[in-house]
């Protein structure tokens, strides 16, 4: 896979503050990478680094292999981006609020905004100030102005803000649907389950430093933290296994079954010790924690 | 670049046309020169030297000085909204996440201030004359006492146009003031309430000046051509001071203002980190 985003030691301080420290992100062309991190740890300001509304301490950001220091222009045409909250005139209708990033852009046909403001599902209130519009709605129209030109990448700071479940699964099937298209995005989030069904790969920023960048699925497989057993009887089970040097911790689940802590290599070992001790095994499986409980233990 | 400052330039007038304010500000426009030239000739009554009627001339000077005033309040307001507005509401980072570098934003906003500016200077000179013509009469100026012609008719006319073009490069630099003000705060209100209050509160300072030195701030000029040109039009005998007229004064003062805004501003703006 091509690297369509590279940060190489990006790096911002202000002051005293270390807001973002050595980060090298590395998004790939057909990701929809989710950049996750508690507030204040440094996503929006990586962010901006990014887009350049920041200039960095030091280090560099490669765009489609590009520095964006050089070829900023040439990179934009193929960029689009929605940073924060979305920004727009409230005394302008959401076609005249993209009329005006058309031409800023230059090289739009104008039949693209009614395209791109259907796509959103603004197609029926395009025409109305955006002044009088729902959060969720103007929330639509930043994403719409994000997709205005086609992008290649899309950068999306919090998306699906203020969007009811409806609108969160309508967006998140517009993004999936302009991913199987080639699109790729860096989206960063706090809704986490929304980032482990959308997103493949992701990268967790903590006190501006980057802590992890891995796939979902990677992450995933590497959280499975031990093995729910239900076995016959239930108390012999316990015993068996409590007595094994080589498991960490043997709870009940509350539900009649147990949690055993072990390394995954050792999963076939439980089932091997609980049947040479007589015990009826009817459910053996692993226990994985969800991408929010791996994202708070870090 | 000259293309994308086209292109951000077209982009700013969409957005002006669609302000509610600038209607607003054009009805106040349309209205000044009017209220102006009805309070003047009724605190001050008919000059001596005006033959039957007011000289459309003078009443010209009365409605174009007042409006004049008016116009480069708003213009300071549209001004200083111009970058403030974009970093207020966010949307300046829609615009630099676009094809288009921060001089090409910088340029298309002082282009469109300074084309803004110039459609407001010539909306209150048509409402000025309008009214002016209107009201009173054109044609040479009189002594109705001795029946003689103080001004000829062509020389009132060319005194009005070249006071009218003396009055525009003054007037233009107060749109500036309100961009560097723009630049320096985030906040279009502040941005607002400090430039109206730096160019009235540099209006009043320079009004307690000696004449000399009064002649070193923009603001001057406006009022000083159109007082010339009211005294004229009823038939005084004042004209130009050499310095300002021959000297350029007029001309040297906006530019020499001009340049001490505007690098400033660039700078700023050049290298601000987009937080909000």
Known sequence: ?298 | MIARVGRLVRAEFLKLLSNPFLYIALGVLALAPLASILLQTFLFGRKETVWRSYHAIQLFSYGFRWGLHAATLVQLVFSSMMFAGEFDRGTIRNLLTRPVTRTDVFLAKVASAAALGTFLFVFVLYASLVYALGIGELGPVWDSDHYLIQREYRAITAFARKAVLMSFLPYLTAGFLGILVSNWTESSGYAVAIALVLYLLGDMVAGWLPPAAQQNFFSFYGPYVLDKLRSYAEGGAEFWDKRIDEGLLYLRVPLLTLAAFLPPAYLLFRTRNIHG
């Open chain 1, 1 to 298: 896979m091509t690297a369509i985003l590279r940060t190489e030691g990006l790096t911002r301080h202000f002051g005293r503050l270390r807001a973002v420290e050595d980060v090298d992100l590395v998004v790939e062309e057909g990701d929809i990478y989710g950049f996750l991190g508690l507030n204040g740890a440094g996503k929006s300001t990586t962010i901006r680094l990014i887009l350049r509304l920041i200039r960095p301490t030091r280090g560099r950001v490669l765009i489609f292999g590009r520095d964006t220091r050089t070829d900023f222009l040439g990179i934009m045409r193929q960029v689009g981006s929605l940073v924060e909250l979305p920004a727009y005139y409230p005394y302008l209708s959401a076609w005249k609020n993209l009329e005006v990033l058309r031409l800023a852009t230059g090289g739009i046909p104008p039949s693209r905004i009614e395209e791109v403001l259907r796509l959103v599902g603004l197609g029926d209130r395009m025409h109305d100030r955006v002044g009088t519009y729902s959060q969720g709605m103007r929330q639509r129209l930043g994403i719409a102005m994000a997709l205005l030109p086609r992008p290649r990448l899309v950068i999306l700071d919090e998306p699906t803000n203020g969007l009811d479940p409806h609108g969160v699964s309508h967006i998140r099937g517009v993004l999936q649907a302009l991913n199987r298209e080639g699109v790729t995005f860096l989206i960063s989030s706090h809704l986490l389950h929304e980032v482990e069904i959308t997103c493949n790969r992701v990268g967790i920023i903590k006190e501006g430093r980057l802590i992890l960048q891995d796939t979902v699925a990677g992450i995933l497989s590497r959280t499975t933290s031990g093995l729910s057993v239900r076995g016959d009887p239930p108390a012999r089970a316990r015993e068996v296994l409590a007595a094994q040097p080589w498991i960490r911790g043997v709870t009940e689940d509350g539900q009649g079954g147990i949690r055993v802590e072990c390394d995954p290599g050792d999963f076939a070992r439980v089932n091997a010790v609980l049947h040479e001790a007589g015990v009826a095994v009817r459910e053996l499986s692993p226990v994985r924690r969800t991408l929010e409980e791996f994202f708070l233990s870090q």
